[in-house]
């Protein structure tokens, strides 16, 4: 897999560092806001724990405007935004801002569906026990739903590793930049051909883990 | 003493857009200490509704709620949360948390009320211990018979010793025998415990096993209440008939008679029986006294709080004269009723019940 006589072994080690780097960055930061804001759209639904129709429309309208944008193009457009924030344009650190606010969205979504297939009797019952609403998002809707949340994000790790491809473009670094730059332009399809082993074997991985602790969970 | 729960002309409305629907109107009762309170209605009458009122899961539009002297109307959720760790609530689906054991769940309102460990685990061992799962422990709700998870809702129920119990169609959704089982359980409850319960039920047997006293509602008001003996004695609705009907079955229908016709060519009527005036000893006393025959073809005696309730049919054979004067003997005691003889009989026209 060498290109012109020169190695590209540890490149691609390089690469594959940066990958996970910013799918593990993205996953958590993401993960997390996409987990608080899915969270704020389901108890603020009409006729839910927190209902506010005011908080929900906003919410809900601001994810449909932002969940349809191509990544590519999310990229480039929030380019100025990003600079604001990490003080650069290009690299890895630089691309998981724009990877983050996408997971966020993505993930909210997510978070929603698992969480409207609740049985709303349990919330009741918490109620009824004198729980107090941020309990009962913690201890019963988050609890509850544990393992199909497991799988929502054991999904969105595969989004956030076909998004982190896209970082190349920007030169975010990471697979999908070492398969472009060297698969790609170079011809070098042995080069192609590994990257993309070793993407599969990743995503296989964490959907192997993700399997494992969802059925953990549910006991079975 | 106060009762234990006050209501004031309640009233709660639903709206949807621009229709509102009116489930609960002008509701007020006195559900005193101690008392086993049942709600009785068709789904839609508001029952769960009202139930739902008491512990403020539902806001009230108009009207005032007291519960244990602690007002409940007029208050934020936030205000509500320590007087519902006062009351407790099952619920027809029990509602169990499925990732947690049973222990668990008996010990999520004891967390919430912010017990210690030590304590908690106590009260858990406790509360299993008096519903009969301490066996049951650590398994999952997933792993329990319906009866079972209602034994677990009743034991998470009062697990903060709440001196009221709402339950929403609590054995709705079990077997008759497990249904009996958990009523008895709630019997315990209100016995052993002191604790006073009010029971929502489309289910008459479920009253009459179970409650001292009984509101029947329909449409969003209550339309009888009173003492469960009395209102199976003397009910003044036809709703409330119709509930009787399905819990005593002691009165044939129409369809009935006319089979009972086709076997038995005398007179045929139902003659009610009381603590207070029919007995069977009071019947077969007056058969003698008039000397007309009479061999019972329908009916049946439940027990009713240690009181007997019912209805015997017979049909009774002798002369015209003395069967008149034999009925109009028991009247002054019961209540009878005289089934027509149909359209190609010559005999008396119907005769209605007295009370």
């Known amino acids: ?220 | 003493m106060t009762a234990m729960v006050s209501l004031l002309d309640l009233t709660k409305d639903f709206t949807a857009g621009t229709q509102s629907v009116r489930a609960v109107d002008g509701v007020s009762l006195e559900i005193e200490r101690g008392d086993i309170f049942g709600v009785i209605g068709y789904s839609g009458a508001g029952k769960s509704t009202l139930v739902r009122l008491i512990n403020g899961l539902e806001t009230a539009t108009s009207g005032t709620i007291v519960v244990d002297d602690v007002p409940i109307t007029g208050r934020t959720e936030r205000e509500l949360r320590p007087a519902r760790a006062r009351i407790g609530f099952i619920f027809q689906q029990f509602n169990l948390l499925g990732s947690r054991t049973v222990a668990g769940n008996v010990a999520y309102p004891l967390r919430v009320a912010r017990w210690s460990k030590e304590r908690r685990e106590a009260r858990v061992a406790e509360l299993l211990e008096f519903v009969g799962l301490s066996d049951k422990a650590r398994q999952y709700p997933d792993q329990l018979s319906g009866g079972q998870k209602q034994r677990v809702g009743i034991a998470r129920a009062l697990a903060t010793s709440p001196s009221l119990l709402l339950a929403d169609e609590a054995t709705s959704a079990l077997d008759p025998e497990t249904t009996h089982d958990v009523l008895d359980l709630l019997g315990r409850v209100n016995t052993e415990l002191g604790v006073t319960i009010v029971i929502i039920s489309h289910e008459m047997s479920v009253v009459s096993y179970l409650c001292n006293r009984v509101a029947v509602m329909d449409a969003g008001r209550v339309v009888e209440q009173g003492d469960v003996y009395d209102i199976f004695s003397a009910p003044q609705r036809p709703v409330t008939r119709r509930f009787i009907s399905t819990a005593l079955h002691d009165r044939p229908s129409p369809e009935v008679i006319e089979r009972l016709r086709l076997r038995h060519p005398g007179r045929i009527v139902t003659v009610g029986m009381r603590d207070t005036g029919g007995s069977g000893t009071l019947l077969t006393e007056r058969l003698r006294a008039h000397g007309v025959d009479g061999s019972i073809v329908y009916g049946g005696i439940t027990d009713i709080g240690s009181r007997p309730i019912g209805s015997l049919t017979l049909e009774l054979v002798g002369a015209d004269t003395d069967i008149d004067a034999l009925i109009a003997s028991l009247r002054a005691r019961t209540d009878v009723e005289e089934h027509d003889r149909g359209p190609h009989d010559d005999g008396p026209t119907r005769a209605r019940a007295a009370r």
Do not use: C, H
């Not at chain 1, 897999?1 to 910013?22: D, F, S, Y």
């Not at chain 1, 929900?56 to 990003?82: D, K, S």
């Open chain 1, 1 to 220: 897999m060498n290109t012109g006589g020169e190695n590209l072994w540890p490149l691609l080690l390089t690469a594959i560092g940066q990958t996970l780097q910013m799918v593990v960055a993205t996953l958590v930061i993401g993960g997390l806001a996409g987990l608080v804001l899915g969270t704020l759209l389901y108890t603020t639904r009409p006729g839910n724990l927190l209902a506010n129709r005011a908080v929900y429309t906003v919410l809900n309208l601001l994810v449909n405007i932002v969940r349809p944008i191509p990544f590519i193009i999310f990229i480039t457009a929030v380019l100025p935004l990003t600079v604001q924030v990490t003080g650069s344009s290009y690299g890895t650190r630089a691309v998981v801002f724009p990877m983050a606010i996408m997971a966020t969205f993505a993930t909210s979504r997510i978070v929603e569906q698992n969480l409207v297939a609740l049985d709303p009797g349990v919330i009741e019952a918490a109620r009824a026990m004198g729980a107090g609403p941020l309990r009962i998002v913690w201890t019963v809707i988050v609890r509850e739903a544990l393992a199909p949340l497991i799988l929502g994000y054991t999904f969105l790790f595969v989004a956030i590793t076909d998004m982190s491809a896209m970082a190349g473009a920007v030169a975010g670094g990471g697979l999908g930049d070492f398969a472009i730059q060297y698969g790609y332009q170079r011809y070098n399809y042995a080069a192609m051909a590994i990257t993309i082993a070793v993407i599969v074997v990743i995503v296989q991985f964490a959907q192997l883990l993700g399997n494992k602790l969802a059925s953990r969970v549910l006991r079975r």
